[in-house]
């Protein structure tokens, strides 16, 4: 797919103007600032409805960049980056004097990353600078994967849209901490652990909560409107409905093992096998339990490997604290 050049064109030029762009990145779409403007780096705060404390990523046009906006790039930095960029792994480093502390949440760490998308890097090299972006949703809600989930979510509060057609990964970019001697994983996401553990070497912890803050480890978070119930596989098809029994207008995320059962329900979303495509469809169904009237949403979790582990992390913000019933 080739975007057209004056699409590009118009989105940088939005940009230098102060102005907030959506554009399509291989994992969702982002609501992009010029990262060196504190003035439009605020307004996708105001715009998405996000806390100021809560960090943003700076996405760069190729890690041959990456040393214009952190304070130093350690032997790690440099290995991942080489390996896995661009693509969707987001690091976290010493934060640079260009960018901004409204960028940071505050913090002088910066978590920067090089998006594997024609659109996205034809907008980069375009623009010409670092371009501040978090997904393209008010803050909380389910992250969008085509432009028409911006639209429909955030409307004329964007001053362009650029339309790279849906999201090849479908969830947010693996979030690595490197700022110490250990790296650790603060977010799963669209790189595994189990390839970022056969490149580094070693073993990667993968925590919750850490004392960096970064985008995604909000208690409650990439969440529908409908409530989420995560139940173990097994009890997915009886707790679905029981609770349509009860008066809900219940989802079901019905697990690939039990892809023939009958369902009482009022929508079922047949779970794919391949982690691949569940990861790719995941906010989609989301968004489509949402518009077709559902309250509750009954999911298990998949088996937490791979891509696996991601799905699981972004089940358990949209449950939020009552993750499990």
């Known amino acids: 797919m080739t975007a057209r050049t004056s699409d ?3 989105a940088a030029g939005v940009l230098r103007a102060g102005g907030l762009v959506a554009f399509p990145t291989e994992t969702v779409y982002g609501l992009g600032a010029n990262a060196e403007d504190p003035a439009a780096v605020t307004r996708i705060f105001q715009v998405k409805g996000r806390p100021p404390s809560h960090p943003l990523i700076v996405h760069i046009g190729g890690a041959e960049h990456l040393g214009d906006w952190v304070e130093d790039v350690p032997a790690t930095a440099r290995l991942l980056a080489e390996r896995f960029w661009p ?4 690091l976290v480093l010493r934060r640079g004097r260009r960018v901004p502390l409204e960028a940071t949440g505050g913090l002088e760490t ?5 998006p594997d998308h024609p659109f996205a890097l034809a907008l980069l090299s375009a623009f010409g600078g670092g371009i501040t972006a978090p997904s393209a949703n008010r803050f909380g809600s389910v992250s969008p994967t085509t432009a028409n989930h911006v639209r429909a979510e955030l409307g004329d509060a964007v001053d362009f849209v650029l339309d790279g057609g849906p999201c090849e990964v479908g969830v947010e970019s693996t979030i690595v901490d490197v700022t110490g001697e250990i790296p650790s994983v603060l977010r799963p996401g669209g790189v595994t652990r189990e390839d970022l553990e056969a490149v580094l070497g070693c073993p990667l912890a993968v925590h919750a ?3 960096v803050r970064v985008p995604g480890q909000h208690p409650s978070h990439y969440a529908p409107r409908a409530r989420v ?3 173990e596989p097994e009890k997915v098809v009886a707790e679905a409905e029981l609770a349509q029994e009860l008066g809900h207008q219940v989802g079901v995320f019905l697990p690939p093992s039990f892809a023939d059962a009958p369902v009482k329900a009022h929508a079922v979303v047949a779970v794919p096998g391949s982690m691949a495509a569940y990861a790719r469809g995941l906010y989609g169904f989301l968004r489509e339990l949402d518009q077709r009237g559902c309250d509750l949403i009954v999911a298990s979790l998949p088996v937490e490997e791979g891509l696996g582990l991601a799905i699981a992390n972004r089940l358990r913000r949209a449950a939020g604290p009552r993750a499990s019933e």
């Open 110 to 114: 910066v978590a920067v990353r090089v």
């Open 87 to 90: 693509g969707p792994l987001t």
């Open 229 to 231: 119930v995560l139940v």
């Open 8 to 10: 590009i064109e118009k």
């Open 209 to 211: 909560t850490s004392r």
